[in-house]
Structures are given as structure tokens and as C-alpha cells.
């Protein structure tokens, strides 16, 4: 679409009105920016162009998760149309709250992601992504509506019956995290199908990061061109970056999200090409507008131009975080939601690990091993697994993911005399 083929001053323009509408409806409508902007000293007039938008200060997952669950509301909640969330470290979630307007913007944003990576108009597009709280569902739903392509909104699991309504449909796209692409295809052919014959064209991914080996075994396997898509809850959901067909990065909207690099440790604002922590502005946002998120996402802006012809810059992908949340399954969790889910239950002892079982550079399963207390240690075996149930089902609700866990024997676990090893991988 044509805003991805501005000229670098049509940016520059966009960016600098953006950013100022950013800052004044924070500034007049948010309870909390307002207090953000009288602590560090600073009113909208101060902030002229881009160069002096980093003397605003971030704003990241803490005052978010502080914030729960309205207290990012710059608008009455009677304008506030839906609401998605996100996993915080803790057991409250990160909320977001979207005005119509932020989903028309939503939308279109989406859209212009889709067309990017080739979608049409005349694709058939099957969504695999839950439809809840979690933005991917209803994010790729509505941009996919508005590109004007076939949308069947399966949502996540029942991978059988996915796989025989893809073949009925003739779904040619398919819109789901590549870890479940490939478990996708990974059951076809358990089912005696062989994937390539599907005709899947083209795979929208995101939600968690895409190796490039699990890349070109998507493709091999479904004979498809896999492209991949980024985005966060806390600035919007899926439709903030996505690759074109060129598959070399994401292209970032950046007429909607001003983009910024910075060095995770200092906070410094780093130069095109360097990595850091990426830090998002949206510009448009009304409902729960963020300055300068921090989003512990680790890349870099690519200062080339793609040989695509657009020329919104392109962020490379995503090589690790700043903080310790992991991934499975397109689903965020932090160990201190175990740590908290764990520390109601005087049976277990402070001492667990996450054990993440790897295949092909993505995160398969997860293992939480907990050792027992001395107390709470038995040989009745009709206890344990009483145990095990009863955490079991505590950490599934937490996490909303289903971990597989293992009972140690007290003083099982190896000790470190340092920062404890919570994560190891298998
Ligand atoms: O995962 C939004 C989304 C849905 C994006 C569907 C794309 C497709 P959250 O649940 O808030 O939102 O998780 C956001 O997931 O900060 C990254 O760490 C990670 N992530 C998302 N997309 C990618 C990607 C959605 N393409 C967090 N590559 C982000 C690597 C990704 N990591």
C-alpha cells in the first residue's frame, strides 16, 4: 500500500505530527503519562521534532502490569470497544483496551502486513491462532476482512479436523505460530496425507521467534513461501512488522509505530544497524496509548533499503530478550509466574527448573521439575500424583499452557552458589 513507498520526508512528517499527537494525548488524557511527564520535568512543548523524543521516559512491562487493569485508560471505558491481554510476570495479565478507532488502525495495519507477504484478495486464509485475549486471532482476522480475503476462523488445536477443513476449503493460506505449522504438518503425514498437496501458498508466522531451519522445513514440508510477522499486545498485537516477499526482515509500519534501538543496560539510543532493545511508540493509539515501550525484544533497524522498493525500514529478527520470558507454543511465560504458582504449595521447596526440550530451534515442551520439602516428600504414590495434579492444574490456569512436571526428591536439584539456573535447555 502506499504508505510503504513514502519518501524520507513524507516520514519524517508523519513521524514528527505523530509523535506530537502521541505526546499531547498522553500528556492530557492519561492520569499516568501525565504524572510521567511532571516527574521528569517535561510538557509537550519541550518535545519538538524526533531528536528530543528521547527525553521522554520509557514506559515498560512493570508499569503496565501496575497499571491492571485500567489504569492505562486515556479515554472513559465507555469508548473502549474490546479488550486483549497479554501474560505479565506475574499472575495479573498486561491489559490493552482498543477505542474503534485503534481497530480500524489495527486493521488496516494488518492488512497492509498481509498484502505484503502476497495475500489477496482472492486467497482463502485459515486462522490457527486462539481467538481470545491472546491478539493473534482477532488481529489477523480483522486485517485479513479488510484486505477483502476469505477468512475461516479455525482458532488453535484440533489439529485433525483443521487439516481436513483445509483440504475441503482449499485453503491456500495458512496464519498460525511456525511451531504449529510444523506440528501441522508433522500430523498430516501421520494421517497418511502428504502436505505439499494441500496447496497452501503462502504462511503468515508470528508470535514467537522462527529459526531458519524451522523456516525451510515449513517450506519443504507444505511446499509453501514462509513469511514471518511481528507484534506485541502492549503496543498493538500482530501488524506492527512483517516480511515482503523478499524475505530478507520486517518491514515496520512506521508511519503508525516510530520505532527506536536501544542499549538494554544503559537506556542509550543506539545508531541504524546496531542491535539493542527495540523500544515502540504508536503514534494513533487512543484507548491505552504507550511512549517509548520497552519491549525486551532484541534487534536491530537494517539502515538498507530492500530491494523490494519500499522504504519503510526493515527490523531483522528477533535473536533474543532482555529480560527472561520465554516462548512456547506462541505462549509468553515468565519464571516468576512458577515461582509464584509454586509458592503457594508448602509441600514444594524454592528450588525448580524449566527445562526446555528444543527441536529444530523452537521450544517443543516444557518441564517444570520441582523438588519436594522434606515434609511434604512421601512414598505414597497416591499422594504424589494428588501433588502433582493439584500443581498441575494451578500452573495451567497461570500459564494457560499445560507443562509437563516432575516431582524431585528433596535436595535433588543442583545448587549454584551465584544467580540461580532456572532454565535449562534439553
Ligand atoms: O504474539 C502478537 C502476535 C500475534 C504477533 C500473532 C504476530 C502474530 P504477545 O502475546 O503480546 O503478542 O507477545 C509478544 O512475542 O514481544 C516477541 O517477544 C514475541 N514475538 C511476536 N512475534 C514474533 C516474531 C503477540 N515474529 C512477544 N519473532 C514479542 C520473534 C516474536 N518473536
Redesign the pocket.
Known amino acids: 500500500m502506499q504508505n510503504d513507498f513514502f519518501s524520507t520526508d513524507e516520514f519524517s512528517a508523519r513521524q514528527k505530527s505523530g509523535l506530537q499527537q502521541a505526546i499531547n494525548h498522553a500528556f492530557n488524557n492519561s492520569p499516568f503519562y501525565r504524572r510521567v511527564f511532571e516527574q521528569a520535568g517535561l510538557e509537550p512543548a519541550d518535545i519538538k521534532n524526533p531528536a528530543d523524543f528521547s527525553r521522554v521516559p520509557f514506559t515498560t512491562k512493570n508499569d503496565l502490569r501496575e497499571a491492571y487493569p485500567y489504569g492505562m485508560a486515556a479515554v472513559p471505558l465507555d469508548k473502549i470497544l474490546r479488550i486483549h491481554a497479554?501474560?505479565g510476570t506475574t499472575g495479573k495479565p498486561?491489559v490493552a483496551g482498543y477505542t474503534r478507532s485503534d481497530l480500524d488502525t489495527w486493521a488496516i495495519g494488518v492488512a497492509r502486513i498481509c498484502e505484503m507477504a502476497g495475500v489477496s484478495a482472492k486467497d482463502i486464509a485459515q486462522i490457527s491462532?486462539g481467538y481470545g485475549l491472546?491478539?493473534?486471532g482477532f488481529?489477523?482476522h480483522y486485517g485479513l476482512e479488510q484486505l477483502g480475503a476469505t477468512v475461516v476462523p479455525f482458532s488453535s488445536g484440533n489439529t485433525e479436523r483443521q487439516l481436513t477443513l483445509m483440504q475441503d476449503f482449499k485453503t491456500n493460506v495458512l496464519v498460525s505460530?511456525p511451531s504449529f505449522a510444523i506440528y501441522m504438518a508433522e500430523t498430516a503425514r501421520e494421517l497418511g496425507y502428504n502436505p505439499r498437496e494441500f496447496g497452501l501458498r503462502i504462511g503468515?508466522?508470528?508470535?514467537?521467534?522462527?529459526s531458519d531451519a524451522l523456516r525451510k522445513d515449513i517450506e519443504a514440508q507444505w511446499g509453501l513461501k514462509a513469511t514471518?510477522?511481528?507484534?506485541?499486545?502492549?503496543v498493538v498485537?500482530?501488524?506492527?512488522s512483517g516480511e515482503c516477499l523478499e524475505t530478507a526482515g520486517?518491514h515496520i509500519l512506521e508511519d503508525l509505530y516510530y520505532p527506536e534501538v536501544i542499549d538494554p543496560d544503559t537506556g542509550e539510543l543506539l545508531p541504524d544497524g546496531e542491535k539493542g532493545e527495540l523500544v515502540l511508540t504508536p503514534m494513533f493509539k487512543e484507548g491505552f496509548p504507550v511512549l517509548r515501550y520497552r519491549?525486551?525484544?532484541i534487534t536491530r533497524l537494517i539502515p538498507e533499503k530492500c530491494a523490494c522498493g519500499r522504504t519503510t525500514r526493515r527490523m531483522d529478527?528477533?535473536t533474543g530478550?532482555s529480560d527472561d520470558?520465554i516462548?512456547i507454543k506462541?505462549?509468553?511465560i515468565f519464571p516468576s509466574q512458577v515461582e509464584e504458582v509454586l509458592a503457594g504449595f508448602k509441600e514444594v521447596s524454592p528450588h525448580y527448573r524449566l527445562v526446555l526440550k528444543k527441536e529444530k530451534g523452537f521450544i517443543k515442551d516444557l518441564e517444570i521439575q520441582i523438588e519436594l520439602t522434606e515434609e511434604g516428600f512421601t512414598d505414597s504414590y497416591k499422594e504424589l500424583e494428588a501433588l502433582d495434579g493439584r500443581i498441575r492444574q494451578r500452573l495451567r490456569s497461570t500459564l494457560s499452557l499445560a507443562p509437563k512436571v516432575k516431582l524431585m526428591e528433596p535436595k535433588s536439584l543442583e545448587r549454584t552458589t551465584g544467580k540461580a539456573k532456572r532454565i535449562v535447555e534439553d
Not at 514471518?228 to 502492549?234: C, D, F, M, R, S
Open positions: 497479554s501474560s498486561i491462532f491472546f491478539t493473534g488481529g489477523l505460530t503468515l508466522f508470528g508470535g514467537e521467534p522462527c514471518v510477522n511481528y507484534g506485541l499486545t502492549e498485537g500482530p501488524g506492527i520486517m519491549t525486551g525484544d529478527y528477533i530478550r520470558m516462548i506462541g505462549v509468553n
